[in-house]
């Protein structure tokens, strides 16, 4: 009988189980982002979803459940744990699909609204998956970065990834929070931009 660690429990793509932490720092820090996403959701009241870098389907479930039957697709690349932890997280109006960020296959203005949530550090050309994600949205995006550089300050006060400076693995861009609503304003009008700590939140009305 085979047993399973922690690490290897948590999802490929994520370097913390961030969403299940029992940590009470991290339970803090995860309430208030959790909140502060809650409420821009909200604002922007979307129709339709496209959720890029779903991951494991956690906040793609939970607006599953938000929008009753509107529909919500989240999307991400092609990994056996993630498509394990989606499996848990099913709904009549929610699909899974695999594929990269960077040429969506969707219509343009097929969703009221598309989201990136701490996924565009990630992704090797971000204005150019920005500019997909405005393409296939009607109404907003919603999306969410580490703000830097207070996020690498962190992790070298907490003596994590001191040889990499501080910078989490798979973080391939870095933005401050001004640099950040300067991306996104090209595709709108930034209409909240909010400081979860150690996070930039923004809720771009697309058009404006």
């Not at 991400?76 to 594929?99: C, F, G």
Request: aromatic share 6%; proline share 6%.
């Amino acid at each position: 009988m085979s047993t399973t660690s922690a690490a290897e429990a948590v999802p490929t793509g994520n370097t913390y189980d961030k969403y299940g932490s029992t940590n009470p720092v991290v339970r803090r820090l995860m309430s208030n982002f959790e909140r502060t996403l809650g409420e821009l959701f909200l604002q922007a009241a979307p129709t339709a979803v496209l959720d890029v870098g779903c991951g494991e389907g956690v906040l793609t479930h939970q607006w599953a459940q938000a929008l009753g039957d509107k529909r919500i697709v989240g999307i991400d690349l092609p990994d056996d744990k993630l498509a394990a932890e989606q499996a848990t997280r099913q709904r009549a109006n929610l699909q899974y699909l695999v594929m990269k960020a960077e040429n969506l296959p969707f219509a343009d203005g097929e969703f009221g609204l598309a989201t990136a949530i701490e996924v565009l550090e990630h992704v090797p050309d971000p204005a150019h998956t920005v500019a997909e994600m405005a393409r296939v949205a009607s109404d907003h995006l919603l999306v969410s970065v580490p703000r830097e550089p207070l996020w690498r300050g962190l992790n070298m006060a907490r003596g994590a990834y001191l040889k990499d400076l501080g910078n989490t693995p798979g973080h391939v861009n870095h933005w401050s929070k001004r640099s950040f609503v300067k991306l996104l304003s090209q595709h709108g009008e930034v209409v909240e931009a909010r400081s979860p700590f150690p996070w930039t939140m923004l809720l771009v009305r697309l058009g404006g």
